[in-house]
């Protein structure tokens, strides 16, 4: 059974930063494209970014809300997603998922929940 | 505002089939696989379409995806109350680089 982890979520001041983690059990994590999306309260689904597996060079992509301040990077050998963020910004509040890109997001974690208030 | 536009909400009776659009343009819909999700209250999101069209193993064939040009669709057929939810589509975009979730529709059953 495929599953996936989040971890890492809490509450941040504005400007501050944030690790979250994502532990995968289930698949050959490197052959994957690894993602997060979050969901900020009430609202819609947004792709904050991915890493490509090691066949596309673990290359990464970010949306533009957040690109220069969050950071994406995997441990294929623990299995293991990561989203280094800082500069955190009051509308970075929002649930994060991970995602496994399988022609589609066919698995998604339960959700870490980050929220950036003062 | 969304580059992918879906309509705010939607609703149907028991037994009827409703209609989700998705528009998009030629650097998105028309160049890649579109996916459809459904998020139940308090759940995190599910899919139910992927490669347009395809469903993955263990979705009912009451849902069906399509695609023409710059639109997509997901078609729910014989509406059960379980499917009251929001359903998003997504899909690559070049000219930006990344993925892109329509704004989500709310599926009520009435």
């Known amino acids: 059974e495929v599953q996936l982890v989040e971890s890492g979520g809490d509450l941040v001041q504005p400007g501050g930063s944030l690790r979250l983690s994502c532990v995968a059990s289930?698949?050959?994590?490197?052959?994957?494209?690894m993602e997060w999306v979050r969901q900020a309260p009430g609202k819609g689904l947004e792709w904050v970014g991915r890493?490509?597996?090691?066949?596309?060079?673990?290359?990464?992509q970010y949306a533009a809300s957040v690109k220069g301040r969050f950071t994406i990077s995997r441990d294929d050998s623990k299995k293991s997603l990561n989203l280094q963020m800082n500069s955190l910004k009051i509308e970075d509040t929002a649930m994060y998922y991970c995602?496994?890109?399988?022609?589609?997001?066919?698995?998604w974690g339960q959700g870490t929940l980050v929220t950036v208030a003062s | 505002q969304s580059v992918l536009t879906q309509p705010p909400s939607t609703s149907g009776t028991p037994g009827q089939t409703v209609t989700i659009s998705c528009s998009g343009s030629n650097s998105n819909i028309e160049s890649y696989d579109v996916s459809w999700y459904q998020q139940l209250p308090g759940a995190a999101p599910t899919l139910v379409i992927h490669r347009d069209n395809q469903r993955p193993s263990g979705v009912p064939d009451r849902f069906s995806g399509s695609k023409s040009g710059t639109s997509a669709s997901l078609a729910i057929t014989g509406l059960r109350s379980e499917d009251e939810a929001d359903y998003y589509c997504?899909?690559?975009?070049?000219?930006?680089?990344?993925?892109?979730f329509g704004g989500g529709t709310k599926l009520t059953v009435l």
């Open positions: 997504a899909v690559w975009d070049n000219s930006l680089n990344g993925r892109m």
């Open positions: 995602v496994r890109d399988n022609w589609g997001y066919v698995n």
């Open positions: 890493v490509n597996s090691k066949f596309k060079s673990y290359a990464t």
């Open positions: 289930g698949f050959t994590f490197s052959d994957y494209y």
